[in-house]
């Protein structure tokens, strides 16, 4: 099992729609999470970190289960500008990697 | 604040050259991480250095690779004699050990 785990996409999506992302990780070790947000030849740059009790920032709202071990970001009202890959972080096990491992992203493409 | 810089952004270079890649971490970041993304493709993990512990050298594709960082400071990537699957985009990323990582711009590198 890959050790984090995203629907690669794309996810096409109209303005204003919903779209949720879901990613899942194996190592249940984990202590913290993330996502990051990487646009078309550019950087990834981090758009929220994911707490155990949930945690929204405007029209995105990062969810942790960590029974399930999955990590879900929801994203409400899109926008043209969100179109975008999202990539989910997750700590590993203390040594591997700098104990971060990334996901290899999902696709988001949202359309007039 | 400065963020994370890299240098060059691109390097267009032969097949069989030996090519050296600059990163500038964020100041006052132990931890430093690079990264190679080839085009449409995740994040592959090179190497990461945490102060002044022996790095992790573990996702070095060959021995051509390699990379030194002097105490937590700018890091370089060296590949020697360059193969056209060396071309991609190298990424750097700073950040206190275990939390969210800040990324540079990335060098684009071309192999002919």
């Known amino acids: 099992r890959k050790e984090v785990e995203q629907d690669p996409g794309p996810f096409n999506v109209p303005e204003g729609a919903t779209v949720a992302f879901n990613c899942t990780y194996s190592n249940s070790a984990s202590q913290s999470f993330f996502w990051y947000r990487q646009d078309c030849r550019k950087e990834p740059k981090l758009l929220m970190s994911v707490y155990s009790s949930g945690n929204e920032d405007g029209r995105f709202t990062a969810q942790l289960n960590r029974a399930s071990q999955y990590i879900s970001l929801l994203i409400r009202d899109s926008k043209l500008s969100d179109s975008a890959t999202y990539l989910c972080?997750?700590?590993?096990?203390?040594?591997?990697?700098?104990?971060?491992?990334f996901g290899k992203g999902t696709k988001l493409s949202v359309k007039p | 604040g400065a963020g994370v810089s890299q240098s060059p952004s691109n390097k267009v270079t032969e097949k069989g050259k030996d090519v050296e890649l600059r990163c500038d971490p964020i100041?006052?970041?132990?931890?430093l991480y690079w990264y190679r993304q080839r085009l449409g493709q995740g994040l592959e993990f090179l190497i990461y250095?945490?102060?002044?512990?022996?790095?992790?050298k573990s996702g070095l594709p060959s021995d051509r690779f390699s990379a030194e960082r002097t105490g937590e400071s700018v890091s370089t990537l060296t590949i020697q004699r360059t193969q056209q699957e060396d071309s991609a985009v190298y990424l750097c990323?700073?950040?206190?050990?275990?939390?969210?990582?800040?990324f540079g711009p990335g060098t684009r590198l071309t192999v002919t």
């Open positions: 990323a700073s950040s206190l050990a275990g939390f969210e990582q800040y």
């Open positions: 250095f945490q102060g002044n512990s022996a790095p992790d």
């Open positions: 972080v997750v700590t590993g096990d203390g040594g591997s990697q700098g104990n971060l491992i």
């Open positions: 100041s006052g970041h132990t931890a």
